[in-house]
């Protein structure tokens, strides 16, 4: 049975990279409903957000799919209920609606919404939460004239995980990388390499 699961893939930085994984959805026909990418907490290591809506069988294949990518270092798969989540909204509204009508600031302030930009012609809310909440907002502020409405992509942190930076000192502690050593030949090649 499909639900909605976040993949969260931890990769180098890398140009291309980003096209690679999207193929990987487009060839099995899987549209991505939420994208987003932003560093992690260890340095030069990226986090992916992706959220689809499928089965657990097809999540765990795309998984391992992702993870041949050469600069991926893991991708894990959670329901919603593994993770804690957040999306940002924001929503434009004639000022004039939102200054003649309390009952707006209540229902701004009932939404956990704040303004952002307030000018003559429009002002601008933020909120955040679960969509289901940023979708009824939208219903409430078309009422008043919403003018324009943007949502981001899913942010999300898994809850029973020790954190993918202990990962790594897990696994450099059972395989230590080798240190950098110098070649002791690369300045000789003319005496070495001479016929």
């Known amino acids: 049975m499909k639900q909605e699961f976040t993949i969260t893939v931890y990769t180098e930085n890398q140009i291309g990279l980003l096209t690679r994984i999207a193929i990987i959805f487009s060839r099995r026909k899987i549209n991505v409903e939420s994208l987003n990418t932003s560093p992690s907490e260890i340095e030069n ?28 270092l893991k991708a894990y798969y959670s329901s919603n209920d593994e993770i804690i989540w957040q999306e940002l909204a924001l929503y434009k509204v004639p000022t004039d609606q939102v200054a003649e009508k309390v009952q707006v600031e209540r229902l701004l302030r009932q939404y ?47 809850k029973n995980s020790k954190g993918f930076h202990d990962k790594i000192r897990e696994f450099e502690k059972q395989e230590p990388g080798e240190e950098v050593v110098e070649n002791e030949y690369l300045d000789k090649n003319e005496s070495i390499f001479s016929m």
Do not use: M, P
């Open 112 to 158: 956990g919404a704040r303004a952002v930009v307030i000018r003559t012609d429009y002002t601008v809310f933020e909120a955040t939460g679960h969509r289901e909440e940023t979708d009824k907002l939208i219903e409430i502020l078309g009422e008043y004239g919403l003018i324009e409405f943007v949502r981001s992509a899913r942010v999300a942190i898994i």
């Open 45 to 72: 290591i990226h986090r992916f957000n992706i959220v689809i809506n499928e089965t657990e069988e097809v999540v765990k294949k795309l998984c391992r799919q992702i993870e041949k990518q050469v600069e991926v």
